[in-house]
């Protein structure tokens, strides 16, 4: 009698051990979702380092690492026109440990641009927030050129076709370049360069004359005196630049807007999502965060907005380059 309670009791036991197991397995995803972040987040980005996006993401970087309490790495991934950054993230865990800031470039002009990409904006990717919305860029001449102003660089420009050059690191700056030459009816020849440091060198020595970038770049070399900024994209004059006119006052429908964006890889989970979302949000919303990015020229005026609006903004960003891109007769490559 004694050996057949003793059995019972073994099998009651094992019955609520089981029960207990199952108790915490059904416990485990919960737990699993309370522990991001555990660990530190990398930050890719397309551009290299002292560029203005490198900056902005260390200002992000920075402030996301106090508010998350695990540290935000930056990564510079640059070239192949922002796709090596962008590809390292997409093929990446979803876990929300492989994050990427990435410019206009990636996700609405290279679209229209490439016959093919290896990873596509819109579909390998989980929209998480809108860092920057507002990125004037900088039309600048080596001191070598005679021009003061955009209208003295146009006609210099067609005293000689085809013989000025600009620089440029990115495909929106491509974009603005061609763009600026089909309405202004002139033709100059495009240098792609890997480096800002380089491409901005080359034009202080004369080597490539004209420079397209940001107003963080050419802004130490202007007030040395060893270059000219001539116009910039905004709809309106940048703050600290009050003499720089803005493209828009020559050509009206010339406004490349701008932008940098938070992604990451396809399938992070909501909360995670919600999370990088809301941090950020309370990030450039900041008074910290915006005097930083003012100081580059650069601003968010509508927050991070939420994933479905990101992704709706991404669209609407793209729609609009394929416009542009349709307009100068651009045959994807």
Wanted: hydrophobic share 50%.
């Amino acid at each position: 009698m004694a050996k057949f309670i003793n059995i019972r009791a073994a099998i009651l036991n094992i019955g609520a051990l089981a029960a207990a197991l199952a108790l915490v397995m059904a416990a485990l995803p919960a737990l699993a979702q309370q522990a991001w972040p555990a660990k530190p987040i990398r930050l890719l980005i397309p551009n290299s380092t002292g560029a203005a996006p490198d900056l902005i993401a260390r200002v992000l970087a920075d402030q996301l690492s106090r508010s998350t309490g695990q540290a935000w790495v930056v990564e510079n991934r640059p070239g192949g026109d922002e796709l090596i950054a962008a590809e390292a993230v997409a093929r990446a865990p979803a876990d929300g440990y492989t994050l990427l800031l990435v410019s206009q470039s990636f996700v609405a002009v290279n679209p229209n641009t490439f016959k093919a990409m290896p990873v596509d904006p819109a579909r390998d990717f989980t929209a998480l927030a809108v860092v920057i919305d507002t990125t004037p860029i900088a039309l600048g001449v080596s001191t070598s050129v005679p021009a003061r102003s955009l209208g003295e660089l146009i006609a210099h420009a067609k005293s000689q076709p085809g013989k000025l050059s600009y620089g440029v690191t990115v495909p929106i700056l491509s974009m603005v370049g061609q763009w600026l030459s089909f309405r202004a009816g002139i033709e100059m020849t495009e240098i792609l360069y890997k480096s800002s440091a380089q491409q901005l060198s080359d034009t202080v020595t004369g080597t490539v004359p004209v420079i397209i970038s940001t107003i963080l770049s050419l802004a130490p070399m202007a007030k040395a005196g060893k270059l000219r900024i001539l116009a910039v994209t905004s709809p309106n004059r940048v703050e600290g630049f009050p003499d720089v006119p803005s493209v828009m006052e020559t050509f009206p429908d010339l406004n490349p807007g701008g932008g940098l964006v938070l992604l990451g890889p396809l399938g992070l989970r909501p909360d995670i999502v919600a999370r990088v979302n809301r941090e950020t949000d309370v990030v450039v919303r900041s008074g910290e965060f915006t005097k930083r990015v003012a100081e580059f020229g650069w601003a968010n005026m509508n927050g991070a907005r939420t994933p479905a609006e990101v992704a709706d903004y991404i669209r609407a960003q793209r729609e609009r380059w394929a416009k542009v891109v349709k307009d100068l007769g651009i045959a994807p490559k």
